[in-house]
């Protein structure tokens, strides 16, 4: 059964920072990709970024130069640091992850809540 536990959310500030993290247990095949998705109220679920096992990234346009995305292989964990936050970057954020061996199937964490303050 596979678990993905987020943590790091909460409120900050117009400017401030928060580092979310993921952490992948349960998981029988090696990990390919993990990513960073968000849903503001109203909206569609969109991909804030994504970083391969290799260390490829993909970035929305929005948090360019705002966000990184990194990863521990070997703790099966991924972060996202949040610098120069927006309002607009209120939503709950969902860790994703995809295996090797199941490409096309995503596993979900249950998301956390980000909420910025102006």
């Known amino acids: 059964q596979v678990q993905l536990v987020e943590s790091g959310g909460g409120l900050a500030q117009a400017g401030g920072s928060l580092r979310l993290s993921c952490a992948a247990s349960g998981i029988t095949f090696v990990i390919n990709t993990m990513g960073w998705y968000r849903q503001a109220p109203g909206k569609e679920r969109e991909l804030v970024a994504g970083?391969?096992?290799?260390?490829?990234?993909n970035y929305a346009d929005s948090v360019k130069s705002r966000f990184t995305i990194s990863r521990d292989n070997a703790k099966n964990t991924v972060y996202l640091q949040m610098n120069s936050l927006k309002p607009e970057d209120t939503a709950v954020y969902y860790c994703?992850?995809?295996?090797?061996?199941?490409?096309?199937?995503?596993?979900w964490g249950q998301g956390t809540q980000v909420t910025v303050s102006s």
């Open positions: 970083i391969t096992r290799g260390g490829t990234t």
């Open positions: 994703n992850v995809r295996t090797f061996r199941e490409p096309n199937k995503n596993s």
